[in-house]
């Protein structure tokens, strides 16, 4: 039994740090290369280096899901906005690289946070009749 997957964006930086193959595009090539500086692989693992902080474990698209529902509505939650919800992930040591968007994404579709989030240029004291 063979299982399918879509190609992701770890597939190119793989592709060249274990086997040093490139795109045939002149410009794909130079952005691979340019990208796999900043990785390396470990195991089966795509692993990011960071400037500040621990090396961040590259995910790919199911696992997003999973780790930005535990971190919003974990156990220990808060239901924090997008950007700090992108962080959190960044701090605990996960990284794609559309975090941020998807963050953003996911609180918006969060029945909680929306139901209860503040209403801009709304008085204090509620509406006046």
Do not use: F
């Not at 040093?20 to 952005?31: F, M, Q, Y």
């Not at 590259?58 to 971190?71: D, F, H, S």
């Not at 906005?81 to 963050?103: C, E, F, V």
Request: hydrophobic share 25%; with cysteine.
């Amino acid at each position: 039994m063979q299982i399918d997957e879509d190609p992701s964006w770890q597939d190119p930086i793989i592709d060249y740090l274990m086997n040093g193959n490139l795109p045939t595009d002149k410009s794909e090539a130079r952005k691979v290369q340019q990208k796999a500086v900043r990785y390396y692989v470990h195991g089966n693992k795509l692993i990011r280096r960071s400037y500040s902080g621990p090396y961040l474990t590259c995910i790919k698209y199911p696992q997003t899901l999973e780790v930005l529902c535990k971190i919003h509505d974990g156990e220990c939650s808060n239901h924090s906005g997008g950007r700090s919800l992108a962080q959190k992930a960044l701090n605990i040591g996960y990284y794609w690289p559309t975090m941020r968007h998807d963050s953003v994404e996911y609180v918006k579709k969060c029945d909680c946070c929306q139901r209860y989030k503040p209403i801009p240029n709304l008085p204090a004291n509620g509406p006046s009749t």
